[in-house]
């Protein structure tokens, strides 16, 4: 019954092959003979399978865990170097029409206060986050087609796009949306959209059915395999994730990396993104009601896994996260994050962070200017780049370059320079001084010469007032 290539979320995430993987994993979870066989295959940096990732989560040998450890963090450094990617979510509308159990959102919610942003409440959206930094935002609605159809959305996206406030600009959204039709994605990906994103929320389908109770999103292959109809109309850069804590995390683990294999062996590309959401408190949502919540540690194996699993998949943390937790696994493998995110529906026009229309809780709730600072001091390079699919580096095509080793020649210099225009624009005295110093430093850390010398008048030239340069 389990195949990868078939187009049935029952068979390429089938919950037998799920069993008997979480068995297999069970049985030689102590032996030290195959998991160093798998550890020095991940050392390969091919990425595994899901059958030997899900061993090596099973494995509870201290001295293994820390090898695993160490070699996400090479993998890392190897792939992403030390950037992170910033991003913002964007929430349009919670209106919605499903019944998530675990989101407060869903329709029977009477006391949250419902909200659809228009344009000029967009317009003015965005010139707050321009004004913070962001280059990068992830739209984000409630499913309802009437008050939000795919129509909404794409004039959403057109409206986001034209606006350039001061030096301001947003260069890339990634969507957030239901799983939708064949014919919408096209709109979505002519509409010059980045990724498209989709959680999974859980691929244990009876467990996905009780969560989902009511509404469109109840059905559980429409939404398991809406990535096939993303991929069908266009769109080669998608984002999996699951919600950690609506079902046992070992079983949401395998069928991630099945439904990642799955795009591999349909459609030539792996998913470009993993998010990483654990389950949060929100309006009239208690996440203790969920007892499948997960602990840091296993959080932060999880994060290692996925990124020895699928080393040239971006791996996504929000705020959801904590700053001690982010500092944990940021090491780990992550290679975005959010920054001074509102969950709201508004709420980056506001002074205080409103709670009223809030999707759930945000646990680091630090200004983009300090997470910007506490990245740089924490070693890494906050990185403002979208120039991958704007130079039509999608699907294989960034994929290729990731194989081939070019990304220091390419990200590297693409984070220094969006970062400078981030301390000419938008940062604090401090962030500035910190910033200017690590460019300088990492300038050294372009390979190719030639690619150095155009970086640093690159970067003159943002001194003297220009903007968006990219290799
Ligand atoms: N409505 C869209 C859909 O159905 O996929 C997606 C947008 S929703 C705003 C984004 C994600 O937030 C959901 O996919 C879900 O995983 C997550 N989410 C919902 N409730 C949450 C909670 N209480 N804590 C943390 N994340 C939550």
Redesign the pocket.
């Known amino acids: 019954m389990y195949n990868p290539k078939s187009l049935k979320a029952e068979e390429f995430i089938c919950h037998e092959e799920v069993l008997e993987t979480l068995d297999y994993a069970d049985k030689n979870k102590e032996n030290v003979a195959l998991i160093d066989e798998i550890i020095e295959k991940a050392k390969l940096r091919k990425g595994l399978s899901h059958r030997e990732a899900s061993v090596l989560l099973a494995c509870e040998i201290p001295e293994k865990i820390e090898e695993i450890y160490a070699l996400a963090e090479q993998i890392k450094k190897d792939f992403y170097g030390n950037r992170i990617v910033m991003f913002a979510p964007l929430?349009l509308s919670n209106y919605?029409v499903?019944g998530?159990v675990?989101?407060?959102?869903h329709l029977k919610n009477k006391h949250i206060a419902r909200k659809k942003l228009t344009q000029e409440e967009i317009r003015n959206e965005v010139i707050a986050l321009q004004d913070m930094g962001h280059k990068r935002l992830a739209i984000?609605?409630?499913?309802d087609p009437v008050n939000n159809p795919i129509e909404y959305i794409l004039e959403s996206i057109k409206t986001i796009y034209s606006i350039k406030h001061k030096n301001g600009a947003i260069r890339r959204v990634n969507v957030?949306?239901?799983?939708t039709t064949v014919e919408n994605y096209r709109k979505l990906k002519e509409a010059g959209i980045g990724t498209y994103i989709?959680?999974q929320?859980t691929y244990h389908k009876e467990s996905y059915e009780k969560l989902h109770p009511t509404g469109p999103?109840h059905d559980y292959a429409y939404h398991t395999e809406a990535m096939d109809r993303a991929m069908e109309g266009g769109i080669d850069d998608v984002g999996l994730?699951v919600?950690y804590g609506l079902e046992l995390y070992r079983y949401e683990f395998a069928a991630l990396l099945m439904h990642a294999e799955h795009l591999e062996a349909v459609h030539g590309v792996g998913p470009h993104t993993i998010s990483m959401?654990?389950?949060?408190h929100?309006d009239d949502?208690d996440?203790t009601a969920f007892d499948n919540s997960i602990s840091d540690e296993i959080f932060a194996k999880l994060c290692a896994l996925v990124r020895i699993s699928v080393p040239y998949t971006g791996m996504i943390i929000s705020t959801?996260e904590s700053q001690e937790v982010r500092e944990k696994v940021i090491r780990l493998g992550v290679s975005q994050i959010s920054g001074a995110s509102r969950t709201s529906v508004g709420g980056y026009c506001e002074e205080e962070r409103p709670h009223d229309t809030e999707?759930?809780d945000v646990s680091d709730q630090r200004t983009l200017d300090e997470v910007v600072c506490w990245l740089m001091e924490s070693g890494y390079i906050p990185s403002f780049c979208t120039a991958c699919y704007r130079e039509g580096r999608t699907g294989d095509r960034f994929m290729s370059l990731c194989k081939a080793g070019q990304i220091q020649n390419c990200c590297h210099p693409n984070a220094l320079m969006t970062l400078k225009e981030f301390l000419m624009d938008y940062a604090s005295p401090k962030t500035r001084e910190i910033g200017e110093k690590l460019i300088e430093q990492e300038l050294m850390n372009v390979p190719k010469e030639k690619v150095r010398e155009v970086c640093k008048e690159n970067l003159k030239n943002i001194e003297n007032g220009q903007r968006d340069f990219r290799f």
């Open positions: 929430y919605c499903n998530c675990y989101c407060p959102y984000e609605a409630g499913e957030n949306i239901a799983a989709l959680f929320e999103k994730g919600l959401p654990r389950i949060k929100a949502i996440p959801r999707q759930f």
